[in-house]
Nanobody
């Protein structure tokens, strides 16, 4: 079955960096656009970033543009999220997700077909 497994979360001070990774299995990874979402307590899950199936195109939420970078390695079935200049508002559970056959860019959670279990990112101020 399809599995998306996130890793790399943790506790970091404001201004610091973290790199999240998502390992995919059970799907033809190279045909899926991939996305990252996040959810803070009491808030809706929100879009963070997405990358096209070839990796040629990316799209970001305004709140993370210029600080976060999404990338993928189709040979390793992996997608990454490099997060720089973190602040307290970035504290959330981060989820990777896979979408196929939807118009670009897919920024709403109901477009995505598969989800990981999430990894916690906590930014201390």
């Amino acid at each position: 079955q399809v599995q998306l497994v996130e890793s790399g979360g943790g506790l970091v001070q404001a201004g610091g960096s973290l790199r999240l990774s998502c390992a995919a299995s059970g799907l033809t990874f190279s045909v899926y656009d991939m996305g990252w979402f996040r959810q803070s307590p009491g808030k809706e899950r929100e879009f963070v970033a997405t990358i096209s199936r070839t990796g040629a195109t990316t799209y970001y939420a305004d709140s993370v543009k210029g600080r976060f970078t999404i990338s993928r390695d189709n040979a390793k079935n992996a997608v990454n999220l490099q997060m720089n200049r973190l602040n307290a508002e970035d504290t959330a559970v981060y989820y990777c997700a896979a979408v196929y056959g939807r118009p670009w860019p897919s920024t709403t959670q109901n477009e995505y077909h598969y989800w990981g279990q999430g990894t916690q990112v906590t930014v201390s101020s």
